[in-house]
Structures are given as C-alpha cells and as structure tokens.
C-alpha cells in the first residue's frame, strides 16, 4: 500500500479511536446512581492561590455504594473542598465531621434516570458527529492525492468501513450506559 494512504488511514483511525476514548471519558462522569470516586473529577480546590485537582490534595474513596469519603491531607483544606463541590454544581450536598468531607449520593429517580439517559445520547451523538467529519476530512485528504479513480474509490471504501466499525462502537457503548443508569 502507498506509503500517503497507509499514513491518510492509520492517521484517521487514531482520530477516530480518540473520539470514542473522549466519549469513554464522558460517559464516567454521567453518574449511574452508585457513588464512584469518579463522580468528583471536575472539582477544582483552591490550594494555597492555585487551582487544584480534588484527587492531587486528597484521597477520595467510597466506602458504601451510597458515599463518597473525601480525606484531605491537610484538614485546612477541608473548606476549601466543600466550596469547590458546591462551584463544581454537582447537586452535592458535602458535609465535614472535622476530619473528612463525606457525601452522601442520593439515590436517582425515574426522572432523573431519563435525563442522564438523554444527556449520554447527546454525547454518543456528539461522538458520532466527530466520526463523521474525521471521515469527510479522510476523504478530503484522499481527493488531493494523485491515485486513480479505482485506488480512490477503494480507500474511500475502507474509511467507510472504518467509520461504520467506530460507529457500531459509540452505540454499543452508549446501550451500555443507557443499561446501567436505568437498572433501579
């Protein structure tokens, strides 16, 4: 194979399995009504004038499927952790017993549980959107270089395959997830 097509494919693959490892991402913070150490990843504390990760200042644990235990390492810290929770707009209420900042997660309702459903659609969508144009840009690429019409035609044919196998796997994972938030 052309040393440009190989490059012009394995090029598109790598773009494209960025896009599902993106919406892997996503859908772990889509919480599923079982507490996860996951479900804090975006909070940011305000150590000593820097913004910080929650997870570099403290360890994070969830020691029923109801809560989530966060240990600072500095017990000074442990407003700045309940403020960044609340910035952060979780829908968490914190609390702190003086050593620790507890959450409790509160179970998810039938309406919530939908609406968490929709919000992993839109992202598999928004995934499957990226795909598609990773696609346009392969056979974009394609037409600037100088194949034949055959060797062009069965490249693009690859690429569509390649497409349909990553969108075959956004779905699969958003039926999964779909699966886990609606199981009571």
């Known amino acids: 194979m052309d040393e440009e097509i190989k490059f012009l494919i394995d090029s598109t693959r790598e773009t494209m399995g960025n896009a599902l490892i993106h919406l892997e991402r996503k859908l772990l913070n889509i919480r599923a009504g079982k507490a996860t150490p996951s479900m804090v990843n975006g909070v940011m504390v305000d150590y000593y004038g820097t913004q910080t990760p929650l997870n570099q200042v403290s360890n994070i644990s969830t020691p029923d499927g109801m809560t989530i235990s966060i240990q600072p390492w500095e017990k000074s810290l442990i407003p700045e952790i309940e403020k960044g929770i609340h910035v952060a707009n979780l ?73 349909d196998e990553h969108i075959a796997k956004i779905d699969e994972m958003f039926e999964h997830k779909e699966k886990e938030i609606m199981t009571v």
């Open 91 to 163: 829908g968490f209420n914190p609390m702190n017993n003086g050593e620790s900042v507890i959450i409790n997660v509160p179970p998810l309702t039938e309406e919530r549980r939908i609406e968490l459903a929709k919000q992993a659609k839109a992202e598999a969508e928004e995934t499957k959107v990226g795909v598609r144009n990773d696609r346009k840009n392969a056979n974009n690429d394609l037409k600037q270089l100088d194949l034949s019409e055959d060797m062009k035609k069965n490249v693009e044919i690859d690429i569509q395959e390649m497409t």
